[in-house]
């Protein structure tokens, strides 16, 4: 049941006795109302003239990360709207050392998401183990044909660049351990090379010490 609105007065009291009502009241109550909206300030957007500012967190679009998947199908499995279509197929990948055993692994053909079904639930981007799915705040890709709201794999490419960056780390934040473990390695590197120059560099002759003759 819809509760009555403070401004409403029944036309009869509760003791059921017609209520009095004074004339030009009524008039009277409607300008106090435009007067009050009047200084008011408006909170209409002038899109698409001005762009509206949208939180960091707007779910617009979704972008893919091609490099980070690994065509695990964990995302198309458990979108609820089956709207991730995902193709690939199998290659055998050279063993990385002589001696080895040869591996096999996906290589994505096809990746498109449907917008026309999709509802934006963010299950994919939140189920994804290797980072390849964002949010981006792009909204503006209303089509005039359903079909062509599915975006392929370079569409969502695309859409990569429109995802806002991170927002720092709290200062006193543990460091992530893929940059940490990134540093690390840069740290071996730049170590084996300074040691590989110190050998390669020719060594110098040698002062003769004094009384040697
Ligand atoms: S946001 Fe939800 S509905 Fe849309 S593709 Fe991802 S899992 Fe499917
Ligand atoms: S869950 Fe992530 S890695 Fe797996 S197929 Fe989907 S986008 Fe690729």
Redesign the pocket.
Known sequence: MSRPSPDHHPATKPSGRPRLSIPGSGLAKGLAVTLRTMTRKSVTEQYPDALPELPPRTRGVIG?FEE?????????RECPDWCIY?DSHKETVPPAAPGGRERSRNVLDRFAIDFSLCMYCGI?IE????D??FWSPEFEYAETDIRELTHERDKLREWMWTVPAPPALDPSAEEPKEIAAARKTAEKLAAAQAAQAAQAAPQEPQEPQEGES
């Open positions: 893919l980070n998947c690994t065509v695990c199908m964990l995302c198309a995902i994919c189920v994804c183990p290797f390849a799915l």
